[in-house]
């Protein structure tokens, strides 16, 4: 790490994270209180999950954020919302895997910020409400959605990110209420995927929940693939499960001897075929950016870093990533970006991996092309173009800002007391469930 003298003053910059994140805020509480979504152009109100029916999602995932902000007023009037207006008693279709990580983890995270028991009543109530997907599933592993008022289930044409990306949140409120059959029902949906890895030790990425086939022969550590990896070693380093973390291994073995590579020196991870091993695909999603971030924190700092360098490089030629490039040749194949914080995300972990400055220069950057580039009338807007001149901008703004890269640039520039920075756990919807200091 950095000799003391010459680490900089980043005080200024988590100031300016604060000013940008309760501006922002005050034009949500003004305009779209209650809201899925701000139009940030516009300054309309859009539903997410179901068209007309609302669960205040930009404000469950903004809580933990402003709590770690102090921004103890704005705290208290976010949980009045929910204590006063938020009803689950929706007769439609929620997709159970978003539904988990945004309104189980971001209810679970204020109340691991704020102590308030009505919190935590709140969370399980919608996760009792997912349950069915998972009971009502043959193999166990659950299915794409389920009607939070009569429990009916379909689609079971799914993917490992979408089977298995539970057993954080599940995890902490079979902790937290005593009731172990979320951490079972998690655990058995992750265990039935990694049962059919391939002789090569690979996944194949979709599954259909009914039986159990694999729907597909690519392997990926992007979309949709990549939080099931994560919540492997996150259930592990949350709860200590020996059988996670053999699990992880195992597969993080196989990923590195064969689905890693080296291009004009930077490290990659294409697409490649589970069974054969053969490249199908080397467009690099920026989502996929995270994968950095979870090996360093998981003991391949090495590779973490090198990958870290490989976006780094496409962050400095585009200024914001594109959605996807293709890394053999560096251009963009997809030029939109949806105000994806994975790149953000991955510094925070390498930074605590290492200490090292770099990761928050590279962090400061990601925050200020940010800002000159989404920043408009009521919020921050998801990009269409980043390759135009100036890149163009659309009238949406996703749920998860709230909760990711504000918080990830707050965290790593404001040294705030109210983290303890030694441990703690940030899921993958960056939703706090471990390390909050009151
Ligand atoms: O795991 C996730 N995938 C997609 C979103 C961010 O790009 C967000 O919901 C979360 O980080
Ligand atoms: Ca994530």
Redesign the pocket.
């Known amino acids: 790490s950095v000799p003391g003298s010459a680490r900089r003053d980043w005080k200024p910059v988590a100031d300016a994270v604060r000013e940008e994140y309760l501006w922002a805020w005050r034009q949500y509480v003004e305009r779209a209180l209650g809201a899925d979504h701000i139009k940030p152009i516009s300054g309309g109100r859009g539903d997410f999950f179901v068209e007309g029916h609302s669960v205040g999602l930009s404000l469950v995932e903004a809580v933990d954020t402003l709590w770690l902000m102090e921004a103890d007023a704005e705290v208290a009037r976010a949980v009045q919302w929910i204590v006063d207006d938020l009803d689950f008693d929706i007769d439609a279709p929620f997709q159970v895997f ?1 539904t988990n ?2 309104m189980v983890g971001g209810l679970a995270a204020a109340y691991h910020c704020t102590g308030d028991q009505r919190l935590l009543e709140r969370a399980k109530d919608v996760a009792d409400r997912l349950l069915p997907a998972f009971t009502q599933s043959p193999t166990g592993l659950p299915y794409r959605y389920v009607n939070l008022a009569t429990g009916a289930v379909s689609d079971p044409e799914t993917n490992i ?1 979408e089977i298995g ?1 539970y057993i954080a949140e599940f995890g902490v409120l079979s902790q937290w209420t005593g009731d172990n059959r979320y951490y079972d029902l998690a655990k058995r949906a992750m265990r039935v995927a990694y049962d059919k890895r391939t002789e090569l030790g690979l996944l194949p990425h979709d599954i259909n929940a009914e039986t159990g086939q694999w729907r597909n022969r690519q392997a990926t550590i992007g ?1 949709p693939g ?2 099931y990896y ?1 919540y492997l070693w996150d259930g592990y380093r949350l709860f200590g499960d020996p059988e996670l973390k053999q699990w992880y291994d195992t597969l993080t073995d196989a990923i590195l001897s064969k689905q890693a590579e080296r291009h004009d020196g930077l490290l990659w991870f294409p697409q490649v075929d589970a069974f054969t091993g053969e490249v199908l695909s080397r467009e690099q999603s ?2 996929a950016g ?1 994968y950095a971030g979870l090996l360093a924190e998981s003991g391949h700092v090495v590779e973490g870093r090198a990958y870290h360098d490989a976006f780094n490089l496409v962050q400095d030629r585009f200024g914001v990533i594109p959605t996807f490039v293709d890394y053999s040749t560096m251009t963009a194949t997809r030029v939109d970006n ?1 105000l ?3 790149f953000a ?1 991955s510094a925070l972990m390498l930074w605590s991996a290492t200490g090292d400055e770099v990761f928050r220069e590279r962090a400061h950057t990601h925050f200020e092309n940010m800002v000159a580039t989404s920043k408009t009338t009521y919020g921050f807007a998801s990009l269409t173009d980043v390759t135009a001149k100036p890149p163009s901008q659309e009238d949406t703004c ?3 800002w709230w909760s ?1 890269q504000m918080k990830y640039y707050w965290l790593l520039f404001s040294d705030t007391p109210r983290l303890d920075y030694r441990d703690n756990y940030l899921s ?3 939703n706090l469930l471990r390390g909050a200091r009151r």
Do not use: Q
């Open positions: 978003e990580i945004r990110v990306t979309p990549d939080s994560e920026v989502l995270f949806a994806r914080p994975e995300d996703p749920g998860y990711e993958t919807e960056a």
